[in-house]
């Protein structure tokens, strides 16, 4: 363990000799990474610092600390650590003091651990208590009282588990691994086509376990699912490299510690390179796993995922992570809450993902991994978007030359995808069956035809934000018929109309309220008869309560093959289950929902953005009449 004084090579000398009985010179330089005369003048200076109360005293070349005026040396000792930043703070306080725990095998009297972080007792005691408070969650305690003296509780397994959950990098910066063994991780792990996060996380395990196995903290028995891991191909590596370690250590380490380090190879992320990835061989039960987790989205959300050629890097990732989940293996996700704010629906569905996972495995998905999750479900819908049966087609219109529809050209070259095919058309060429043709039509003049296609009014240089905004709407031109194509970000305004939404005045919960709606549009034919029936029995499969009072019912109807959106709002939230409710979005999905139907993966995606909006949220469920919703309703792209 490098010293928590950082720098301060004197302090680390003295806090090393003060728990150690005798030590050579050659070890301490070792230790320190310096030469044995630097460690033989700072013994001298230490001495003289020490004026008499306390000598660092050699005898055949091992040299042991002896205190004769314990007060007085405690004075010193903190005067020589005060310079140190480290203990400034009490989270560092908090690691300092856990290394100290975990390392004793004697009661550590808190007046002891206070003047060697040069605190007083009232901060000491402090940090105690927020760190007895963080312990608990891996059944750890701090035992004893500190007038007789404090010991840390718990099982190995779980000391290991807080170390690397949090307190690694306080406690074991620069820890001083044997540059032989630091030789054969890299050897192996270069000849194994590891890559390079595998072989840090690798090491941080390796340094854990030769700490605490060589101070005599074994791990001791495992439960059988980690002797299962001996099965694996790529334990068979780690075996053969940790027998190395105990040839060069003149030790014998035992196979649980050899599951131990194991651990960030059964629990690495997925290989960045296929060939890597596909020498692994698959569990057999992530499959069957993915196909439930794809069932459950479909069931829940009516969205279908199709397989593709992700589809056998997410069943890679699937069994990682089930990996991480069972042996308490650390991932941190640096993207965690850009994937919340930028792919909401993705990281609903990352959390029907984790219901699954808990029904099935009992075992609790983090939200660092709920995060991984979600951008795998972010590719997937990317993927569903980009499938199309023909390249989007875009026809400009202009009327000033062909020069000007050219600067045109290239200006929307630089928003739409390289896919995207662009034909340039003087307006005197043009018709309604030349245009009907295209997906879009942008033009700088009035058009001499009309056309049945979605029409975008544009000037020579324009908005290249607004416009792909524009062109974003367009794409559902075929679903809805968007009365303007308007910079507003919310699709499902087109959805709506004023016999689709309800002001839930008079009913007095939840379900009489959807029984209302439901009857007004059966009664308008937006709907069919059976459509509350359905309801029903999707109610029962699982609640259809979304999270901050917004409750999403949705099934199959048969009036038409569009998709139906209707909004009802309770001025008074109403109670339903554990949820105060104060607005519902009701859809009616189309029999016929295809695979690719990005308009319903909009409107969820709408939705889920409108519940992580309380302001928003509030203004919706305020809104008095429809007129009023669709100002609510309006908000500029990039808003």
């Known amino acids: 363990m490098k010293s928590l004084f950082h720098d301060n090579r004197i302090a680390n000398i003295l806090q090393f000799l003060r728990k150690t009985p ?31 109360c306390a000598v660092i005293d050699g005898v055949q070349g091992k040299y042991s600390l002896r205190i004769f005026q314990a007060e007085r ?43 060697e972080m040069n605190v007083g007792r009232t901060t000491l005691m ?46 074991y910066q620069e820890y001083p691994l044997d540059q032989e063994i ?23 395990f390796t340094t854990l376990m030769l700490d605490r196995f060589l101070t005599g903290h074994y791990i001791g028995l495992l439960p059988q699912r980690y002797y299962n891991l001996t099965a694996r191909a790529e334990f068979a590596v780690i075996d053969q490299l940790v027998d190395r370690f105990s040839q060069i250590l003149h030790i014998r380490i035992p196979i649980e510690e050899k599951l131990f380090v194991f651990l960030p190879i059964a629990g690495m992320r997925t290989p960045a390179d296929i060939q890597d990835m596909r020498s692994i061989e698959l569990d ?24 593709g050629e992700f589809t056998e890097e997410f069943l890679y990732h699937l069994m990682f992570m089930m990996n991480r989940l069972r042996f308490h293996v650390p991932l941190k996700n640096p993207m965690l809450e850009d994937l919340r704010e930028k792919y909401p629906l993705a990281y609903k569905m990352a959390g029907i993902a984790a219901q699954v996972v808990q029904e099935e495995y009992q075992l609790i998905v983090t939200e660092d991994e709920r995060g991984y999750l979600a951008s795998y479900f972010g590719v997937f819908l990317t993927e569903t978007d980009l499938k199309q049966e023909k390249p989007f087609q875009v026809a400009v219109v202009c009327g000033t030359g062909r020069v000007t529809a050219r600067l045109v050209a290239v200006q929307l070259k630089k928003i739409l995808d390289s896919s995207a095919q662009i034909q340039l058309f003087a307006d005197e060429k043009v018709n309604q069956e030349l245009l009907d043709e295209f997906d879009i039509v942008l033009t700088t003049v009035d058009l001499p035809c009309s056309c049945d296609r979605p029409i975008i009014r544009i000037h020579e240089i324009f908005n290249e934000r607004e416009l792909l905004h524009k062109i974003e709407k367009a794409r ?7 009365p303007v194509l308007d910079n ?12 689709r939404f309800f002001v839930l005045k008079e009913p007095d919960n939840y379900q009489s309220a959807i029984d209302y709606m439901v009857n007004s549009l059966i009664a308008s034919g937006q709907v069919d008869d059976r459509f509350a029936e ?18 999403i019912p949705h099934s199959i109807q048969y009036a038409s093959d569009k998709l139906m959106l209707s909004i009802g709002v309770f001025p008074q939230a109403v109670q339903y289950g554990d949820h105060d409710i104060r607005v519902i979005f009701l859809i009616g999905l189309p029999s016929q929902v295809e695979a690719d139907d990005n308009l319903l993966i909009r409107v969820y995606d709408e939705i889920i953005s409108i519940t992580k909006d309380e302001e928003l949220l509030h203004k919706i469920a305020s809104a008095d009449s429809f007129s009023a919703l669709l100002r609510v309703l309006y908000r500029h792209i990039g808003e």
């Open 73 to 115: 040396f405690r004075e010193i000792f903190s005067e020589m650590i005060q310079a140190d930043e480290f203990l400034n703070s009490s989270r560092n306080r908090m690691d300092y003091m856990f290394g100290r725990l975990m390392r004793s095998d004697e009661p550590l009297l808190t007046d002891e651990l206070a003047y």
């Open 534 to 551: 359905r309801l029903r029995e999707r109610e029962q499969k699982g609640t259809m309560v979304f999270d901050h009072s917004v409750a």
């Open 22 to 52: 005798e030590v050579t010179v050659s070890a301490l330089a070792s230790r320190l990474g310096v030469s044995e005369r630097t460690v033989r003048n700072d013994i001298k200076q230490i001495n003289q610092e020490l004026q008499d």
């Open 284 to 307: 057999d039960t992530v499959r069957p796993l993915m196909r439930k987790i794809l069932r459950r989205v479909k069931m829940e959300m009516d969205i279908t995922i199709q397989s």
């Open 488 to 499: 507003n970000w919310f699709v499902m305004s087109a959805l709506l109309d004023e016999s």
């Open 126 to 171: 402090s940090d105690l208590k927020k760190l007895r408070e963080e312990i608990e969650d891996y059944q750890l305690k701090i035992i004893g009282k500190t007038s007789k003296g404090l010991m840390l509780h718990g099982t190995e397994t779980n000391i290991r588990k807080y170390v690397l959950n949090g307190v690694y990098a306080s406690v």
């Open 182 to 204: 630091i030789e054969e991780i890299q050897k192996t792990f270069s000849l194994h086509s590891f890559e390079k996060s595998v072989r840090d996380s690798f090491e941080q």
């Open 476 to 482: 559902y031109w075929d679903q809805i018929k968007v």
